[in-house]
């Protein structure tokens, strides 16, 4: 569990919660929701670029992918997970939706398109170009 | 085979008289023999004491050649000869013989072909006749018992035949032999004998002292091995399933990778007989989608191996050396191999032509993003390797900050799995997405001139390993 409660969920400590909830169920609705909410950020924040890229700054896939987006003409949205607070849970989230390893994460049209290796595949068969033509990320 | 026979020195006809069949000593033959050994005596005819003398020698000789043709040509058992040696040195043994094992037709030489050391066929006489020949010698021979003093404990037991054995050498046949025909051909001829001979014996003790020095070192580098292992070095080695298994992921891949391309060998061959015999594009589809099968397969393994050992993938030290002039990765370059195709598989339509085009644009771009990867990954590292050497924090301190040090650097060292495994997924959608753009014959075509690429490599690197070298 993780040690600070996000912002959004510290408003439910306050709800009156009936005394024959036991602490761990009340941790796991919390960590439920929180997961929900969570999934949702990523999924906004994927959709306010036509590229959006979660990386972490330890991860040197991560840097390999964003050149090849910039090499494409791409400006993709970088959020790195280690320098946010949400990141481990925005981690979990990832992982729950097939990403493994969780970094790098591609949206792309604000669909999750896959980590590394399905970047690269994508790409060798010249899905990846039409995909960003596509989302608008790249016109040529 | 081996025949017990007696051998005679060449006789003169007194000494035929006391009791031996006529031999008719042909003196070429004895001749040779007393030219032949360590010890030179010169030969004048005439003299029948020195003759006789010579004649030992030349029984002295014999038994060396033979000792040396029987353990040349054949194993024979070494241990008759000097035993009979020991036998004919026994001063009271009636009977004089000792084995002589010609490799070949036993008495039927005219002559003694010494210059044939392997066939040599040594001088010999019946049997029947060997019973009472060596009494009626011995009185003779006896004061001839010291010539030499060589400490050779064969020529001391020849000797001492020589001085009871009246030499008398018996041939079948020897009606060409003149007397005193040494002519310088044959001298000179005898003279090399005698050296290859000495030269040869003198090789195998060499060899055989050579034999005995590696066993020694044999056994003291495996006890050197032993205490090592014990000590938790890894020491890869060829026979040992029980040892630690540190580096048997890279020794494992090595196996796996040889057994991968003998059956990429078959493979390629099948495919090139379908090609050049014409077969249907049915068939020749099977077999192409059998070799990119095959390709699956060693990506597989490779993508194991990275797991087990990802430093021995990245060496290239699975590759020969040539081809690792190109390692990239752990691999090949994809783009590298789209150019080198491109060439050898026209015709291609305009629309192949653009997807091969675009192929080797894209791969290329993937190289450059894993290449620029891997040098942050590099870069990264060795800072983290090379700050807080000054610290000033104390020694505590340096030490947590050595440990964290450490920790990071083993992080960014496990990354590198993820490289090797996305560069050989590179090249494992290279290889899928060509075989999709191409028709079927045009894919056998690529695959071949592939296969071809490679295999010139490897010959490359095995005529630059057995270049001469000054």
Not at chain 2, 51 to 60: A, I, P, R, T, Y
Not at chain 2, 380 to 387: G, K, P, R, V
Request: contains cysteine; neutral net charge; aromatic residues 6%.
């Amino acid at each position: 569990m993780q040690s600070q409660t996000p912002p959004e969920l510290s408003l439910l400590t306050y709800l009156p919660v009936p005394s024959f909830f036991s602490s761990q169920l009340l941790l796991l609705l919390i960590s439920c929701i929180n997961l929900l909410v969570v999934m949702d950020k990523v999924r906004d924040l994927a959709s306010k670029k036509a590229a959006v890229i979660f990386t972490k700054s330890s991860c040197y896939m991560c840097y390999s992918i964003k050149t090849l987006f910039y090499e494409l003409g791409a400006s993709p949205a970088i959020h790195e997970l280690d320098h946010d607070p949400n990141g481990r849970d925005m981690e979990r989230a990832l992982r729950g939706l097939g990403c493994d390893p969780s970094v790098p994460a591609v949206f792309i049209g604000g669909r999750f398109v896959g980590s590394a290796k399905d970047v690269i595949s994508l790409h060798v068969d010249g899905s990846l170009k039409q995909m960003l033509k596509d989302a608008k990320a790249i016109w040529f | 085979m081996e025949r017990r026979t007696s051998v005679y020195g060449a006789k003169d006809e007194n000494k035929a008289a006391n009791g031996i069949p006529g031999f008719d000593p042909p003196l070429p033959i004895t001749n040779i023999l007393c030219s032949k050994g360590t010890t030179i005596h010169p030969f004048p005819a005439s003299d029948l004491d020195t003759f006789d003398q010579s004649v030992g020698l030349c029984l002295e000789d014999a038994v060396n050649l033979s000792a040396n043709i029987a353990f040349d040509s054949a194993n024979v058992s070494r241990q008759e000869v000097p035993s009979d040696r020991n036998l004919i040195s026994n001063s009271d043994k009636t009977q004089i013989s000792f084995n002589i094992y010609p490799s070949t037709d036993q008495a039927q030489s005219p002559r003694l072909q010494l210059e044939n050391s392997q066939q040599t066929n040594l001088v010999s006489i019946p049997s029947g006749t060997t019973e009472n020949w060596g009494e009626s010698n011995m009185a003779d021979s006896s004061p001839k018992t010291d010539i030499s003093t060589d400490a050779d404990t064969d020529e001391r037991s020849q000797r001492f035949d020589r001085g009871k054995s009246s030499a008398l050498v018996a041939v079948s046949d020897s009606s060409d032999r003149s007397k005193g025909n040494l002519d310088q051909k044959t001298l000179r001829r005898l003279a090399q004998n005698r050296e290859a001979a000495r030269k040869s014996r003198l090789r195998k003790k060499a060899y055989v002292q050579q034999l005995e020095s590696s066993r020694l070192k044999l056994t003291q580098l495996e006890q050197e091995l032993q205490r090592a292992r014990q000590q938790g070095i890894f020491i890869s080695s060829s026979g040992d399933p029980s040892h630690s298994m540190s580096g048997n992921g890279a020794m494992a891949f090595d196996v796996e990778y040889a057994r991968w391309l003998e059956e990429q060998n078959r493979k390629i061959n099948e495919l090139r007989t379908a090609v050049n015999s014409h077969a249907s594009d049915a068939e020749l589809r099977i077999i192409v989608d059998g070799v990119m099968a095959h390709y699956d397969e060693i990506f597989r393994l490779k993508s194991n191996a990275s797991k087990a050992d990802v430093f021995h993938l990245l060496s290239g030290m699975w590759k020969t050396p040539a081809e690792r002039c190109f390692l990239w990765l752990g691999g090949f370059r994809s783009s590298e191999l789209l150019k080198l195709l491109v060439s050898q598989l026209e015709p291609l339509t305009e629309q192949q032509l653009v997807g091969i085009g675009n192929l080797q644009q894209s791969s290329q771009q993937a190289e450059d993003a894993l290449s620029q990867g891997m040098e942050a990954l590099q870069q990264s590292l060795a800072e983290t390797l090379s700050t807080g050497s000054l610290g000033s924090s104390g020694s505590s301190g340096n030490v947590a900050n050595y440990m964290g040090q450490m920790a990071m650097a083993m992080g960014k060292l496990g990354t590198l799995e993820g490289f090797i495994r996305q560069a050989d997924n590179l090249r494992q959608q290279t290889l899928q997405q060509m075989h999709r753009i191409l028709t079927t014959r045009q894919s056998a075509r690529a695959l071949l001139a592939i296969h071809d690429y490679f295999s010139r490599l490897r010959a490359l690197s095995s005529l630059w390993l057995a270049r001469p070298r000054e």
